[in-house]
């Protein structure tokens, strides 16, 4: 007599293990389809992950996962032949909660055959939401490191020639004030050497420029309210905008203060404005604005929200090309025609924010426009 532990398991005890075994997986939808796509089966993982219960799915056509665009596209049905034709469907996108979310998913079909004959699809489904945005942003922290390092890189070597720059401009312009006592009252040689002076002089400005891009320019900063600074040379700014420039503010009242040097500030969005002015040629809006905001730093890895005052100076004008974003920071750089720029405009914002410990960004689009933002610590925050 054979014991029962013995036993061979039937095919009735066998499905109904299968059953309870496909039932109690919860981490993957895991369900039948018939030949033309309709559900014939479905797990409580697919409850759990997609939101239906067995009675609300099956009959239904498993297109009703698939987002608007890309049933469209026909993606269902390509799935489908896919599988059919190559012996498994693998892919990954987004699909939809019963409630209407979105949640990016990894799947696989396999077709069921019963000899030459296609009865069906065994569909799988994870949710892999939590993994895609992780790597996501990984990606993003990867990038703003390798961009980060590019920048300091470039800082280190800008510190170095402005300095050897400066030490020259230093010896030429002290030569030209001596050459101004000895002059005699030469109206030909002072002219010259008033020329001269001026170039020097915009030779001093361009190493200011490029010192406060490599975070070398000293900095004096005080407590400053961003809307009291913006106010008292708000009418400097409306004039930088021209007559073809409608210029607007958006101010949020009761800000924080930040630690700031008031000159710098004035000069970074003395910049900006002029950026902006140049790339409407034909006219059109500046707006500066100011908010408190949560967000992470983006040169930091893993970073948590945190209060940031945000000043922006947006334009409704030409915009930038995506490949050129990046790159309008780096001294020299410019989307402007040659003799319209020297490319250290915003290179100087970008030093700034950072030497004031903050940091810029910028977003644009073409044919839309751009914004700049300097996003600044609170006293205390």
Same mark, same amino acid.
């Given at each position: ?7 061979? @398991?039937?095919?009735?005890? #066998? ?40 009675? #609300? ?14 049933? #469209? ?131 001093? @400005? ?123 920071? #780096? ?51």
């Amino acid at each position: 007599m054979t014991s029962s532990i013995d036993t061979p @398991l039937g095919l009735g005890d #066998e499905a109904r293990q299968l059953s309870l075994l496909i039932q109690s997986v919860t981490d993957y939808a895991i369900y039948m389809l018939d030949a033309e796509g309709h559900v014939r089966s479905w797990n409580s993982g697919g409850e759990r992950i997609k939101g239906y219960s067995p009675q #609300e799915v099956i009959g239904l056509h498993f297109s009703r996962f698939y987002l608007p665009e890309d049933v #469209e596209a026909g993606l269902p049905a390509k799935g489908l032949a896919a599988a059919r034709q190559h012996g498994k469907y693998e892919a990954e996108g987004w699909r939809l909660r019963k409630d209407g979310r979105r949640f990016r998913a990894s799947i696989v079909i396999d077709p069921i055959w019963q000899g030459d004959e296609l009865i069906g699809f065994a569909k799988i489904t994870r949710d892999i939401t939590q993994s895609y945005e992780a790597g996501l942003r990984l990606q993003e922290a990867q990038h703003a490191l390798v961009q980060s390092q590019k920048i300091e890189a470039v800082g280190k070597l800008t510190f170095g020639l402005a300095h050897d720059f400066n030490n020259l401009l230093t010896v030429i312009i002290n030569s030209l004030e001596l050459l101004a006592r000895r002059s005699g009252g030469d109206a030909r040689i002072t002219q010259l050497v008033d020329t001269a002076m001026q170039a020097a002089d915009h030779g001093a @400005l361009l190493t200011r420029q490029l010192l406060s891009f490599a975070r070398g320019q000293r900095l004096i900063a005080d407590r400053n309210n961003v809307n009291d600074l913006l106010m008292r040379s708000m009418e400097l700014y409306r004039r930088t905008c021209g007559p073809n420039v409608t210029f607007k503010t958006q101010l949020q009242p009761d800000l924080p203060l930040v630690e700031v040097d008031a000159a710098q500030f004035e000069a970074c969005l003395m910049n900006l404005v002029a950026n902006s002015r140049d790339a409407m040629p034909c006219g059109g809006q500046v707006t500066i604005a100011t908010r408190l905001i949560q967000r992470a730093r983006p040169d930091v890895a893993d970073a948590t929200l945190q209060p940031f005052v945000c000043v922006e100076v947006a334009d409704n004008g030409s915009g930038i090309a995506p490949e050129l974003v990046e790159r309008v920071m #780096e001294p020299f750089f410019t989307t402007k025609e040659v003799g319209k720029g020297s490319g250290l405009g915003l290179s100087q914002v970008f030093g700034f924010a950072a030497q004031s410990g903050g940091f810029a960004t910028i977003g644009s689009v073409v044919g839309q426009g751009t914004v700049v933002r300097i996003c600044l610590s609170p006293v205390g925050g």
